[in-house]
């Protein structure tokens, strides 16, 4: 194996103590293991699977559409990692880059959206296969529906995860892809979010401290009252679009902003998306909606949907998660955190005695988590 790391990696590696304990601890689970993993392919994720490598654990890899950093793929493929992605690739590419990374017939799963642990079970997995993880909600969401038949751990579910990652993570990351992908100024923006979890909260509140005055739409009434202790202006989609200058999309659900949504959108309102699949925009509905599009810089970064009216919506990054398309995704220190979440319930499901079914980061996993991130950060 080669020992020439991608500095984004190396970088990345400085600032995940606990991502490397975890690693070091758990080897006496993990060392030997067949590894199939879907994840975003970029530095943190490199720095995990480097650290994984280096315990002996066969990777092999694939990432979401759009998002992969080549760079780093390539990078991990001269380190003899199998990594089956490009940034390019669409969705049936993403279909055959699962079945690819499912050749190795995996003791494990770490999945982001269920697409590799369903196109598993679905195709019958192999007899030594013990469990795995599933990063998302969304991907939680969609296994819960099906008969698993093995301990998957819903990283996502922690509490830990959605306080430090997808709250202060993801609204660090998005504003700041917003940033990269517009060169517009937040202060004084009017700014719209859909969905106050944890992803729409930090979004939302990051907005809101650099200036932005934001307006959230919620359908659980406790969402949408604590928005309102938050100091953010509440209201119906239809409301809260129909003088945004920006919308950022985190329900994670199907179609959100449809007909009705579209038809109250001022002129020159850009979309940007923030949930883990790009259907948050009904793209059926855009289309029949659209007279014509323009390109406003590299394809796909800022496309202009010119409506009957005249008025005109611009989609960034084809309403893919902005944070990982125009920016370098979630910090740092608040992967860290994830990763390890990771790392331990995978050793979890390796050591047996998990039910066979979808879960919860275990408590003890998690509360060991929350202590050594409380005496790293002390």
Request: hydrophobic share 45%.
């Amino acid at each position: 194996m080669s020992s020439s790391p991608h500095a984004g990696t190396s970088w990345a590696l400085k600032h995940m103590p606990l991502t490397a304990a975890a690693v070091e601890e758990t080897a006496p689970v993990l060392t030997g293991r067949r590894l199939a993993m879907c994840l975003h392919v970029e530095p943190k994720t490199a720095a995990l699977v480097t650290l994984l490598a280096g315990i002996g654990v066969e990777v092999t890899l694939t990432g979401s559409p759009g998002t992969t950093h080549d760079d780093v793929a390539d990078a991990l493929r001269a380190l003899d990692v199998r990594v089956h992605t490009r940034r390019a690739d669409d969705d049936a590419d993403h279909a055959r880059n699962v079945a690819a990374v499912l050749e190795c017939e995996p003791d494990l799963t770490l999945d982001n959206g269920a697409d590799l642990t369903l196109s598993l079970l679905g195709s019958g997995p192999p007899a030594g296969y013990l469990g795995g993880t599933e990063e998302t909600t969304t991907g939680g969401l969609r296994l819960r529906e099906a008969r698993v038949g093995h301990p998957v751990v819903v990283i996502n579910d922690s509490r830990l995860k959605l306080l430090v990652e997808n709250e202060f993570g993801v609204g660090q990351s998005v504003v700041q892809g917003f940033l990269n992908a517009t060169n517009l100024m937040v202060p004084g923006m009017r700014a719209a979010v859909l969905g106050y979890g944890p992803c729409g909260k930090g979004v939302a509140d990051t907005l809101a401290r650099l200036g932005a005055r934001v307006a959230v739409c919620d359908t659980d009434p406790m969402r949408a009252l604590q928005a309102i202790l938050d100091g953010h202006r509440v209201g119906s989609s239809v409301e809260v679009l129909s003088d945004a200058q920006a919308v950022f999309t985190a329900t994670g659900a199907p179609g959100v902003v449809g007909a009705a949504e579209l038809a109250a959108l001022p002129d020159g309102a850009l979309l940007a998306g923030v949930g883990h699949f790009a259907w948050e925009i009904d793209a059926a509905a855009l289309r029949a909606a659209t007279v014509r599009t323009v390109e406003y810089g590299s394809p796909g970064r800022r496309v202009g949907h010119v409506l009957a009216d005249g008025r005109e919506v611009v989609v960034l990054d084809r309403g893919r998660m902005l944070n990982l398309t125009a920016a370098n995704g979630n910090s740092i220190q608040a992967m860290d955190l994830g990763l390890t979440l990771q790392v331990r319930s995978l050793a979890a499901v390796a050591a047996g005695g998990l039910a066979a079914e979808v879960q919860p980061v275990p408590a003890p996993v998690e509360r060991r988590i929350a202590t050594d991130l409380v005496a790293e950060l002390a």
